[in-house]
């Protein structure tokens, strides 16, 4: 696993963004683990979250050759996540332009409902997520895109990808970029988590023992796809 992976799961649970225990999840799952990303509150968090945002982002151009002109990101979570990763991106001498949608249009001014940079045909653009299930807010904002200029869909990115069935058989992940045509990943995986975590040690507690090790596991023989 590469060395940012490892490091963005323990900032994670040193951010107290991923926490373990007893939850239940938007669709009504209980689950045994929960990433909330509204628990990042510092600049530093933000600073550090748009370095990792920029390894995934960079591991996936020079593994697919794929290009990248724009980083979107759908309201409201999506709009700290885009100005992060674009101020990292440029550190690293990609300037990448972002942009992201009100939810609601402005009705004075230069109007309209999308903020940062103006979309011109021909513009890759890449989706900028916390996490997804159903996908919902892809949903509505591609076509918002859309209508702005003839884009191209480079894919998706999000910080943890649960690899849980969504109303299918795919992962709501997996079903985005199918319905979309589109690429899709992740920071890290589930699976990921468990494999850095278990038995590991961090700021003197066990971060997932054996017992949770087992629930995790538990949960995605239920609900993981395979």
């Known amino acids: 696993m590469e060395i940012y992976k490892q490091q963005f799961i323990e900032f994670m649970v040193r951010s107290e963004v991923l926490t373990f225990g007893d939850f239940v999840t938007k669709s009504g799952r209980s689950t045994p683990y929960f990433?909330?990303?509204?628990?990042?509150?510092?600049?530093?968090?933000?600073e550090?979250?748009?370095?990792f945002y920029a390894d995934s982002i960079e591991a996936f151009v020079n593994e697919s050759g794929q290009g990248i002109d724009v980083l979107?990101?759908?309201?409201?979570?999506?709009?700290p996540l885009v100005v992060t990763a674009s101020i990292a991106l440029a550190?690293?001498?990609?300037?990448?332009?972002?942009?992201?949608?009100?939810?609601?249009?402005k009705?004075?001014?230069?109007?309209?409902?999308?903020?940062?940079?103006?979309?011109?045909?021909?513009?890759?653009v890449l989706?900028?997520?916390?996490?997804?299930?159903?996908?919902?807010?892809?949903?509505?904002?591609?076509?918002?895109?859309?209508?702005?200029?003839?884009?191209e869909l480079t894919g998706l990115v999000i910080s943890v990808d649960r690899a849980e069935r969504g109303t299918g058989?795919?992962?709501?992940?997996?079903?985005?970029?199918?319905?979309?045509?589109?690429?899709?990943?992740?920071?890290?995986?589930?699976?990921?988590?468990?494999?850095?975590?278990?038995?590991?040690?961090i700021e003197g507690t066990v971060a997932l023992d054996e017992q949770r090790v087992d629930a995790m596991h538990g949960y995605l023989s239920q609900w993981g796809t395979s």
Request: proline fraction near 3%; glycine fraction near 14%.
């Open 72 to 79: 979107f990101g759908p309201a409201y979570k999506g709009i």
């Open 35 to 46: 990433v909330n990303t509204g628990k990042y509150r510092t600049g530093m968090q933000m």
């Open 48 to 51: 550090r979250l748009g370095e």
């Open 107 to 124: 009705e004075h001014g230069e109007g309209g409902v999308l903020v940062g940079h103006t979309p011109i045909d021909g513009d890759k």
């Open 91 to 105: 550190r690293r001498g990609r300037d990448v332009a972002f942009t992201f949608n009100r939810k609601e249009a």
């Open 127 to 151: 989706w900028v997520e916390d996490v997804t299930s159903a996908g919902t807010s892809i949903r509505e904002t591609v076509p918002v895109m859309q209508a702005a200029a003839d884009i």
């Open 169 to 201: 058989q795919l992962s709501g992940l997996a079903q985005v970029g199918e319905d979309f045509g589109m690429s899709t990943f992740s920071i890290v995986t589930v699976h990921e988590v468990i494999e850095h975590l278990a038995g590991r040690v």
